[in-house]
C-alpha cells in the first residue's frame, strides 16, 4: 500500500516534489493505464498497433519521392536523413500535441480520487515512446537496407533520446497546465506545429539554405533534430545543437517544477 | 487506524470564462453562493465552504445534511484529497474509498474486468494481488458475463454495482458516499449495507451525504449540517436532526386580520351570487329550447296530414 496520510495545504513545492515522486513511484498504474490506452486505439483493429508502423512508413516514403529531386545529396542519405529526422519530429510533435491535453482528458480520473499529476504525465509518456518504438521499425529497416551502420557515436542519439524524455515530462506539465487554464493555447500551439514542420530541417538539408539558416536556426526544434540525426546517421556530434538541448532542458524543467508547485492544488478547478 | 482532522477549511471555485453571475443589489449573507470580487469589481470566484473545522475518529460514521450547493460534496472531495482548499489545513490519515458519480475513476471503453484491475492498481495493489482477489469482487458485483464487455454497454445499476464492489473492496479506512445508499436493486442494497458496515466496524470512518433521514439514521452515529458553506451544527444525529428540523420548520400562516376576515366574506359571497345568476339563466335557455321544440312537432304533425291525404288522393284516381 501507499502511504495513505496526506496533508492538505502545506508547503507547495514540497508538495511538489511529493507528487512527482510518488508518480513515478506507481509505475504499475501507469504502465497498465498506458498499455489500455494503445489497446483501445488500435481495437478491433487486425493489425492492431502496427498501423503506426504502416503509416509511418507511407509518409517517409511518400516525402522521400516528392522532395529528393529537391536535393543534392544521394539518394540513399536522404532516404535516411529523412526517416530519421520524421522520427525525431513525430516523437516531439506526439509529446506536444499530447502535453496539451494532458490534464483536460485525464478530467475522469483527477476528480474521481487522490493521483498524482506526474502519473497522467507518465502514461502519456509511455503511450508515446511505445509508439515512437513502433515507427523507430522503419528507421532501422531503412538503415539496414542501405547499409548504414551506427558508429559508437550513435550512442549520442541515444542520450538525446533520454532528453527527449525529459524535456517531454517537463513540457507535458507546462503545456498541461497553460491548456487546461488557458483553452486556446492548444490551439495556439497546433497552428504553430503544423507550421514547424516545414521550418525544422526534416525534407531539407540546413546547408541548402544558405543565408536563410541564419534565421531558421532560431527554431529550438532544428536543433533537438540535428543532435539527435547527426550521431545516428553520420557518427558526428553536433555540439553546438547539443548545448541548445542542454539548456532547454535546465530551462524547462524549472519552469516545470515552479508551475507544477503554483497549479498542482488550483488545476482540478480549471477542468 | 484512520483520523480526519479540518482546520478552517475555506475553499471556493474560481469563474474562469464564460458568464459570471452578476450580483444584483446588496449580495447574499456569506457562506456558499456569495460571490468574491477583484478590485476591479469582477466576480472571479464562488464560496462553496467557508471556515470548516471537525475532527473524526475511528468508528465514527458521519451523516453530512443540508440543501443542495450548501456544500456536501465538497467537503467529501476535500476529504478525498482531489480538491485541497487554499486555506485552512486538512490531515487525512488512512486510505480513502469515495464513492461519487458513476462515471469517475472508471475506463468505460473497458471491460469490466479490467476496470477493477485499474482500481487495484490504483489503490496501490500490485497485479497479482489484485488477480487474487479478482473472483471475489466478481462474485460480489453479480454482473457474470458482463464483466467481459465494456463498462459503457452496462446500465446505471450495473455500472454502480462495479464502482461500489471496486471502491470497497481494496481494504479502505475511510469510505465517502455521496447519496449513493439508495443505489441498486434490494438484493444488491442489502449486499452493500452489510459490507459496510463491516468495513467501518473493522475501525474505520464512515462520511455520508444524504437528504434521506432515515438512511443517516440507520447508517450514521454523527451528524454534521450543512448550510450554506457552513457547518451549522454538529454532533449527535438525534440532537441535529432535531435542531435542523426546528430551524427549518415553515413558518405557521400568519394570524388573519377583521378586514381580511370581512375581505373573505364578501368574495364568498360574490361568487355564490354569480353562480345563482347562472343557474338562473340556464333555467330560463331551457324553457325556451322546450317551447321550441314543441313548436317544431307541431309543424311537421301538420305537414305529414297533408302529405297522407295527397297520397291517398293519387291512389283513388
Known amino acids: 500500500m501507499p502511504a495513505n496520510y496526506y496533508e492538505l495545504g502545506n508547503n507547495q513545492f514540497n508538495a511538489a516534489f511529493a507528487d512527482i515522486t510518488s508518480g513515478l513511484f506507481r509505475w504499475r498504474l501507469w504502465i497498465a493505464l498506458a498499455f489500455e490506452d494503445i489497446r483501445l486505439r488500435f481495437k478491433r483493429t487486425y493489425i492492431g498497433i502496427l498501423w503506426t508502423t504502416v503509416s509511418f512508413a507511407f509518409f517517409v516514403a511518400v516525402k522521400v519521392l516528392i522532395f529528393s529531386p529537391f536535393t543534392t545529396v544521394d539518394s540513399a542519405y536522404f532516404t535516411n536523413y529523412v526517416a530519421i529526422g520524421f522520427f525525431a519530429w513525430m516523437f516531439i510533435s506526439s509529446l506536444i500535441s499530447d502535453g496539451c491535453n494532458v490534464f483536460t482528458n485525464s478530467e475522469r480520473w483527477m476528480k474521481g480520487g487522490r493521483l498524482p499529476l506526474t502519473l497522467f504525465v507518465n502514461v502519456s509518456m509511455t503511450r508515446s515512446v511505445i509508439l515512437a518504438f513502433f515507427n523507430f521499425i522503419v528507421v532501422a529497416g531503412l538503415m539496414a537496407i542501405y547499409h548504414i551502420t551506427p ?29 487546461a487554464r488557458f483553452r486556446d493555447v492548444s490551439h495556439l500551439i497546433q497552428a504553430i506545429m503544423r507550421v514547424m514542420l516545414f521550418l525544422t ?41 547539443f548545448a541548445v538541448v542542454l539548456s532547454f532542458t535546465v530551462v524547462l524543467s524549472l519552469l516545470a517544477f515552479a508551475l507544477l508547485a503554483f497549479a498542482r492544488r488550483r488545476i482540478i478547478f480549471w477542468l | 487506524m484512520a483520523s480526519i482532522v479540518l482546520e478552517h477549511i475555506t475553499l471556493s471555485y ?17 457562506g456558499a453562493g456569495s460571490v468574491i470580487k477583484d478590485g476591479a469589481n469582477r466576480t472571479r470566484s464562488v464560496v462553496a465552504l467557508e471556515d470548516i473545522s471537525f475532527e473524526l475518529k475511528d468508528g465514527d460514521r458521519l451523516g453530512l445534511i443540508g440543501r443542495n450547493g450548501s456544500g456536501k460534496s465538497t467537503l467529501l472531495r476535500i476529504i478525498a484529497g482531489i480538491y485541497e482548499p487554499l486555506e485552512g489545513r486538512a490531515r487525512i490519515e488512512g486510505a480513502v474509498a469515495g464513492l461519487f458519480s458513476v462515471g469517475l475513476g472508471v475506463h468505460p471503453e473497458t471491460t469490466g474486468f479490467r476496470n477493477i484491475m485499474l482500481s487495484g492498481l ?12 479478482m473472483p471475489e469482487i466478481a462474485a460480489f458485483c453479480d454482473l457474470g458475463e458482463y464483466l467481459d464487455m465494456p463498462v459503457r454497454t452496462y446500465s446505471n445499476g450495473m455500472a454502480m454495482r462495479l464502482k461500489f464492489a471496486c471502491a470497497t473492496a481494496f481494504d479502505a479506512d475511510i469510505i465517502l458516499m455521496d447519496e449513493w445508499l439508495g443505489a441498486g436493486d ?19 470512518i464512515l462520511m455520508l451525504a444524504s437528504h434521506n433521514h432515515s438512511v443517516i439514521r ?69 324553457k325556451r329550447e322546450k317551447r321550441r321544440r314543441e313548436k317544431r312537432r307541431q309543424i311537421a304533425d301538420a305537414k305529414k296530414v297533408a302529405t297522407d291525404v295527397a297520397h291517398d288522393a293519387d291512389s283513388t284516381t
Open chain 1, 201 to 241: 530541417p526534416i525534407f531539407w538539408l540546413p546547408e541548402q539554405m544558405g543565408d536563410l539558416w541564419k534565421y531558421l536556426s532560431f527554431n529550438p526544434f532544428a536543433h533537438f533534430l540535428i543532435s539527435f540525426r547527426d550521431p545516428l546517421l553520420s557518427g558526428t556530434v553536433p555540439w553546438n545543437s
Open chain 2, 14 to 30: 474560481p469563474i474562469l470564462g464564460g458568464d459570471k453571475p452578476k450580483v444584483v443589489g446588496p449580495s447574499r449573507l456569506g
Open chain 2, 218 to 286: 440507520k447508517s450514521c452515529n454523527k451528524l454534521a449540517w450543512l448550510d450554506r458553506g457552513r457547518l451549522r451544527a454538529f454532533g449527535d444525529v438525534e440532537e441535529v436532526l432535531a435542531y435542523h428540523d426546528e430551524a427549518t420548520r415553515p413558518p405557521a400562516p400568519p394570524a388573519k386580520t377583521k378586514r381580511q376576515i370581512g375581505k373573505e366574506r364578501d368574495r364568498a359571497a360574490r361568487i355564490e351570487a354569480d353562480r345563482e345568476r347562472r343557474r338562473q339563466e340556464k333555467r330560463i335557455e331551457l
Open chain 2, 122 to 133: 490504483m489503490a496501490g495493489y500490485s497485479r497479482a494481488q489484485v488477480t487474487d482477489m
Open chain 2, 186 to 204: 434490494p438484493s444488491f442494497q442489502d449486499k452493500a449495507q452489510k459490507r459496510l458496515r463491516k468495513m467501518v466496524d473493522e475501525a474505520g
Open chain 1, 151 to 179: 558508429t559508437v557515436t550513435a550512442l549520442w542519439s541515444l542520450v538525446v533520446f533520454l532528453l527527449f524524455i525529459v524535456n517531454g515530462f517537463s513540457l507535458h506539465f507546462i503545456l498541461g497546465i497553460l491548456c
